[in-house]
T-cell receptor, first 113, second 116 residues
Framework: AQTVTQSQPEMSVQEAETVTLSCTYD???????LFWYKQPPSRQMILVIR??????QNATENRFSVNFQKAAKSFSLKISDSQLGDAAMYFC??????????FGSGTQLTVLP | GAVVSQHPSRVICKSGTSVKIECRSL??????MFWYRQFPKQSLMLMAT?????????EQGVEKDKFLINHASLTLSTLTVTSAHPEDSSFYIC????????????FGPGTRLTVT
């Protein structure tokens, strides 16, 4: 079984600043993927970034990057140059051999103008 | 690519009636689709895994006779809420994998069900 923990229910960031969202996970599997999904007010789930566990290099997608610490089972998301459109609920998720997503409880991000 | 649609986006039904929600993969074939339920300000709860041409696999605590899932083709899965009650009111989201070995899922826009 996999578990995902997001310890920050709410975060806020000033526009153009950088914010880091925390996520820890637990799994007994050696082959797994980690994801960050964004859910804006429209409630459409959007894949932000993914990380293959076997890759040591941290994934990046434009202003979004992760800090993947495999030994510590930590997978944080950094958003640089925050924009108003980044305001959303962010979910960390993992998927193992069953290829089912296990979600964290989410972090509500507010971007202040 | 990897677009998933859901219909309807909103539905209101009377208690005791049934309502069907459709989930379609528009630009890929999805052998596996998933159905989630989400309460306000909460995370997604997996209800069932839908495999094309076979019976759905339900998560513990989900009533399979209440939430009927059919995955008759590689691009369509349906969720039917039978004999709906007000406590079934929720936001229902489907997702699909792009392949048997794929890990990530692509999500539909969700359906808000209100049972009066």
């Amino acid at each position: 079984a996999q578990t995902v923990t997001q310890s920050q229910p709410e975060m806020s960031v000033q526009e153009a600043e950088t914010v880091t969202l925390s996520c820890t996970y637990d799994t007994s599997e050696s082959d797994y993927y980690l994801f960050w999904y964004k859910q804006p007010p429209s409630r459409q789930m959007i894949l932000v970034i993914r990380q293959e566990a076997y890759k040591q290099q941290n994934a990046t997608e434009n202003r979004f990057s992760v800090n993947f610490q495999k030994a510590a089972k930590s997978f944080s998301l950094k958003i640089s140059d925050s924009q108003l459109g980044d305001a959303a609920m962010y979910f960390c998720a993992s998927a193992g051999s069953a290829r089912q997503l296990t979600f964290g409880s989410g972090t509500q991000l507010t971007v202040l103008p | 690519g990897a677009v998933v649609s859901q219909h309807p986006s909103r539905v209101i039904c009377k208690s005791g009636t049934s309502v069907k929600i459709e989930c379609r993969s528009l630009d890929f074939q999805a052998t596996t689709m998933f159905w989630y339920r989400q309460f306000p300000k909460q995370s997604l709860m997996l209800m069932a895994t839908s495999n094309e041409g076979s019976k759905a696999t339900y998560e513990q605590g989900v009533e399979k006779d209440k939430f009927l899932i059919n995955h008759a083709s590689l691009t369509l899965s349906t969720l039917t809420v039978t004999s709906a009650h007000p406590e079934d009111s929720s936001f229902y989201i489907c997702s699909a994998r792009t392949g048997l070995l794929a890990y990530e899922q692509y999500f539909g826009p969700g359906t808000r069900l209100t049972v009066t």
